[in-house]
RNA sequence: GCGCUGGUGGUCUAGUGGUAGGACAUGAGCUUCCCAAGCUCAUAGCCCGGGUUCAAUUCCCGGCCAGCGCACCA
């Protein structure tokens, strides 16, 4: 099965191995012509689904990005692998792992490989495959991430980004601003990620420089959620974690609503979003027969999420993940505003302005500059902490406290400590973000997969890809039945018609008529045209359908309307 | 990264210590004309490096790539 669609897709231009003619790398592909369309018409779809249609914004951010960013984010660290390799059987393990299955030593991944060396070396560890000894073997850490310099010399260092995610993040205090600050705001990005994959398998499943889809759809957890009535008639197919671990194939299969009420989803944007996606999946070409949503089982869970639902599709008798619709909390935003200099917050007014008390201090600093030297601002600060978190503290002549292990104690009137009545109008908050995030390549060969069937006309074998209209890499297919007595010139001139009407056309005049519509099959395309003497006279052209090979008569001037309502959705071909 | 198997026109393959044959596809011509028709002609190939040899696509070693399994990982 995927080897006979590698080999369609390598013969009829969707994807193939990229750099062939120097001996190409694992894990990179270039989309073909096919491809390429085809691809596009998928992101087309998703724009118009996840931005468009949701009242969401669109950026497009860099894919080189600096350090920082990634220290803040935990890929940094959580992306980075200690190996060590066994020298007898040759295995590779994770060198944290294997110190923390034999010591008592805990979060190993913390530890530097130097000090992982001698770990292993003081308790005399062994490959926990065939018994040999570790000690002296070198423990390696590989990073997943692309790394680069940025500027000339030693420069700074920077990565490729693993996902499209960051940018959405780095960028926040920007994008809350342009959505007025309000909650809730979604900003989605389509651009390529990288991961630098050990072993890169199965075509565009898992690559090295990939496509993503990314939607990070920020609310206040507070707040209401999505208007569910609008998704009440998708049925989810569910795979709960609790159905995983009981081993079962069984799929519940409830409505947002339903899932909620019993449990099984846990944020109602996560069921919300869930809904939307098995939608688009349907629509670009995903076989909703092997579709189905499963939960990430706890020790799964990436280091930002508290909960996730993979979108899987079945392929070749593996499920592959084709998008993770992930609760990342205020994870991301919350390690930015530690870490950056903005601020990552947004301000969200009460519907009352609010009357509070609050302790405060003021303290003299002409009084504790020259007592305490240059530790008096943070003496100041302690006091500030204290006051807000024991007012009582303040209630004698002095009072005390304790900066870097050492005391400090100020006389109460020095600190300026009172007690007054604060109007606040709202509150600064952390949003928390909801993440649909969809491999774009995944889909596309998913899609593909599920489109691709081999099936009989007249006692012919012919294989046809059942892709959308919406998706196909081309509409419509001109012909002139033979190229001859003014036929050809007429086809060509229709074919240039249905281009200007912005459809996508191809003109075959070549080998026989049947030969051309295998052709088109081939490649998905959903609808032939064929001009024939009738044309000439009549004015009228046979339109053929893909899926059913069965034919109709449309009068030219019809084709451009008819054609782009087909494409569209707008019409099916048997109401022609 | 380890193991197994493999790498010959665009695609799928046969075969050989003396540089290769087929099928499909593609292009041109004739013919035919609404579902892979026929004939003629044409284009186009032994993954890379090293070794053995008079001679390597073939044998040996290494590499790269692919598929699968293991490990790792979204």
Known sequence: MSEELSELARRRGFFFQANEAYGGVAGFYTYGPEGAALKRNVEDAWRDRFVTREGNMEIDSPTVTPEPVFRASGHLDDFDDMLVECPDCGESHRADHVVEDNTDVEDAESVPTDEVEALIAEHDLVCPECGVSLVGQPVEGFNLMFETTIGPGDGDPGYLRPETAQGMFTEFPRLKEYARNQLPFGVAQIGAGYRNEISPRNALLRTREFTMAELEFFVDPEDDGPNLDRVADVELPLYPVEAQQADGEEYLRLTPQEALAEGVVAGEWVAYFLARSKQWFERVGVDMDRFRFRQHL?????????????????????????????SRTNYDLTKHDEHADDSFTVFQAYDEPKTVERATVDPEMSYLGPEFGGDAGEVADALADLAARDRSAFDGEEVTVEVDGTEYTVPTEQTGFEVAEETESGRHIVPHVVEPAFGVGRAVYTALAHSYETDEVDGESRDVLRLPAEVAPTTVGVFPLMDKDGLGERARELAADLREAGLSVTYDDSGNIGRRYRRQDEVGTPYCVTVDYEALEEGAVTVRDRDTTEQTRVPVEDLPTVLTRLRDGDASFEEL
């Open 298 to 326: 706890p020790g799964e869970l990436a280091h930002y999420a508290s909960d996730c639902w993979d979108a899987e599709g079945e392929v070749g008798g593996d499920w592959v993940e084709l998008e993770g619709v992930a």
